[in-house]
């Protein structure tokens, strides 16, 4: 017996009835965006390994998927090398390209390459899906759709005040009850000064960006694996925990951080995009977090991430603001900042709560039965008509029995079955019955022609 076809482990196939969903989400999300002056871009699956290793930090690189180079790959590699093992060096000679690992490094990339001929600021938005070669588990997979928007070619906090606003508004649309967390990389770049430790910047981050994971004891392991001491560790312990009203954090960093200018810095951002949420009643809660560091090296600024209050589940949205992250393709000193909405969690988190609409796996709304030829005929105008008022119609192709295209009707939830034989045909009528009642009743062709869209 041939053994059934299967997909790689990460990976997910998306049937007619949950692709509904998504495009629900996926227009819900874009609807926003364009509201916000933001234009769609698309970059190709496959960056150039240049452009990608280097840019997510220590942890990101080994998780980029590399793509073996056409042909005989192995042509130039040597014996030699084949039996050290070197794996990242081998991988370096025999993968020139690999599958992109989020949208922002492949936007800075089309930034520099594109610049004579974009409009600044530039704002875009994407949704496309990304890799990572990590393990598989709940709620992460290895090919996932990411909904990203973003501003580049502009320092002004205002840009973030806009993000948090869109953060707002696409879960307010969606009915998810959700915080966004806050922080920013300066006040974390001053914290390692004040601890004594600015070299370890990357090493902080990398290790408290953990927490929610591992819990606070693995953390300080890790740091010490990281060789930052136990003195620094117990400076560093109570500032993360610093608790109470965002205000009020802020004014106990003012001081703690006093000798920090980039701490300070920091706190200023932060208490500056804060008042402008305040003042537009943002419905969304937003909380400091100071153990929120976002592990990807390229933030340098105010940093987010999102949670859904009603489903244990990882972050569903996260992003902040990157200073320089076209210099490394040769653009220097072009700021930009952006989000990154999770579909592919906002999808298992709007199941698990029923958030859907109940009409969201409707995709046609009015059925034609079939008796024969001849109806056929008369109905395939009255079809088109429908389609050309706005309705999503079909006809069912063969003349089969009518139980069986009632049950096809009823399978994919269409609402409302139309029934015209040779009586109807006659008359110049036709039935409509409704699917979830049974009811059903005669409306005259012109009426059928200019069904109401909302009704």
Avoid at 28 to 47: C, H, N, W
Avoid at 156 to 173: A, C, H
Avoid at 439 to 455: D, F, G, I, K, M
Wanted: charged residues 30%; proline residues 4%.
């Amino acid at each position: 017996m041939a053994q059934l076809p299967s997909i790689p482990k990460g990976t997910r196939d998306y049937a007619p009835d949950v692709m509904v969903k998504r495009n629900y989400i996926f227009d819900t999300i874009k609807s926003v965006f364009q509201r916000y002056g933001y234009l769609p871009l698309e970059t190709p699956a496959m960056e150039n390994l240049s452009t990608l290793m280097g840019k997510y930090g220590e942890e990101g690189d080994k998780l980029l998927f590399k793509v073996l180079n056409s042909g005989d790959f192995l042509s130039a590699v040597g014996e030699e090398e084949l039996a050290g093992r070197d794996i990242p060096r081998l991988a370096g000679r025999i993968c020139e390209k690999g599958l992109r690992y989020d949208l922002t490094v492949p936007l800075a990339r089309f930034v520099v390459q594109h610049r004579d001929e974009l409009t600044f600021p530039f704002k875009r938005y994407q949704i496309q899906p990304v890799w990572r070669a990590d393990r598989p588990q709940k709620g992460r997979y290895r090919e996932f759709y990411q909904c990203d928007v973003d501003v580049v070619g502009s320092d002004s906090l205002l840009n973030e005040v806009e993000l948090i606003q869109i953060v707002d508004e696409v879960y307010r649309r969606l009915r998810i009850r959700t915080r966004l967390l806050i922080n920013n990389r300066k006040i974390l770049a001053g914290i390692a000064e004040t601890i004594g430790h600015p070299d370890k910047l990357t090493d902080i981050t990398v290790a408290i960006d953990k927490m929610d994971k591992i819990g606070e004891e693995n953390v300080n392991a890790e740091l010490r694996e990281r060789g930052l001491p136990d003195e620094a560790i117990d400076k560093l312990r109570p500032i993360l925990h610093l608790d109470g009203p965002n205000e009020e954090i802020l004014a106990r960093l003012e001081l703690l951080l006093a000798a920090s200018e980039t701490g300070v810095k920091g706190v200023g951002e932060l208490k500056k995009i804060l008042d402008h949420v305040r003042r537009l009643e943002v419905g969304t809660e937003v909380k400091l977090d100071l153990t929120l560091a976002r592990g990807l090296s390229y933030y340098t600024g105010a940093i987010f991430e999102v949670k859904a209050l009603d489903v244990e589940i990882g972050s569903i949205t996260g992003g902040g603001r990157y200073d320089d992250l076209t210099g490394i393709f040769g653009m220097k000193e072009v700021s930009g900042v952006g989000i990154s909405f999770g579909a592919d969690r906002i999808f298992d988190v709007m199941t698990r709560l029923d958030l859907f609409p109940r009409d969201s796996a409707t995709t046609t709304r009015f059925l034609f039965i079939n008796f024969g030829e001849r109806e056929e005929r008369f109905c395939l105008p009255l079809l088109r008509a429908l389609r050309a008022g706005g309705h999503n119609a079909e006809i069912y192709p063969e003349a089969a029995k009518i139980k069986k295209q009632m049950s096809y009707a009823d399978k994919k939830a269409i609402p409302l079955v139309i029934l015209i034989g040779e009586e109807e045909i006659n008359n110049g009528t036709a039935i409509v019955k409704e699917m979830k009642t049974g009811e059903q009743r005669a409306v005259s062709l012109e009426e059928l022609e200019r069904w109401p869209v909302n009704e």
